[in-house]
T-cell receptor, first 114, second 113 residues
């Protein structure tokens, strides 16, 4: 069974600073995908970034980057130059080898302070 | 682009009542999913579909049924609602490509009294 662990229930960061949100995963699959989603207070789930298990480069999307350490089974999200609008719940998720199911972590609530 | 549309957005039911949640996507995606989100928890998969006419159970399927009669629609039914089914329900869809990125609807907040 797959498992995603997000050990930080809440994180605080000052505006314009960088922040790292932790995610570790457990799987016996060789092929898998890792995702990060953002859920603002309005409730919708917004896709941020994807990393495939065979990707050699860390994924980047604008101010978001994924620090992928396969041997440690970690897939941390780095947000650079935090903005007030980054305040939200962030979920790490993993897709199984069948390619059709996501397992989510419990989330990290990020608060960006002015 | 509408993307993934869920109806209704809010609903209050009494124990034992039935209802159907509708999910519609306009991205021609093969795969569709229903999740529930409870306070302090991530999303948990209820049922999913990998194509028109097919459905499969997820992590928490009990008390729910689904149907995918058309490619663009995925229905979630509660035959006899229970207070334990009070939750926020999310529908998602994805293409069948290697990335399989799931795109979500805005959610349905359901309360069962």
């Amino acid at each position: 069974a797959q498992k995603i662990t997000q050990t930080q229930p809440g994180m605080f960061v000052q505006e314009k600073e960088a922040v790292t949100l932790d995610c570790t995963y457990d799987t016996s699959d060789q092929s898998y995908g890792l995702f990060w989603y953002k859920q603002p207070s309005s409730g919708e789930m917004i896709f941020l970034i994807y990393q495939g298990s065979y990707d050699e480069q860390n994924a980047t999307e604008g101010r978001y980057s994924l620090n992928f350490q396969k041997a440690r089974k970690s897939a941390n999200l780095v947000i650079s130059a935090s903005q007030l609008g980054d305040s939200a719940m962030y979920f790490c998720a993993m897709r199984d080898t069948s390619g059709s199911r996501l397992t989510f972590g419990e989330g990290t609530q990020l608060t960006v302070n002015p | 682009n509408a993307g993934v549309t869920q109806t209704p957005k809010f609903r209050v039911l009494k124990t034992g009542q039935s209802m159907t949640l509708l999910c519609a996507q306009d991205m021609n995606h093969e795969y569709m999913y229903w999740y529930r989100q409870d306070p302090g928890m991530g999303l948990r998969l209820i049922h999913y579909s990998v194509g028109e006419g097919t459905t499969a159970k997820g992590e928490v399927p009990d008390g729910y049924n689904v149907s995918r009669l058309k490619k663009q629609n995925f229905l979630l039914g509660l035959e006899s609602a229970a207070p334990s089914q009070t939750s926020v329900y999310f529908c998602a869809s994805s293409s069948a490509d290697a990335l399989n990125i799931q795109y979500f609807g805005a959610g349905t907040r359901l309360s069962v009294l």
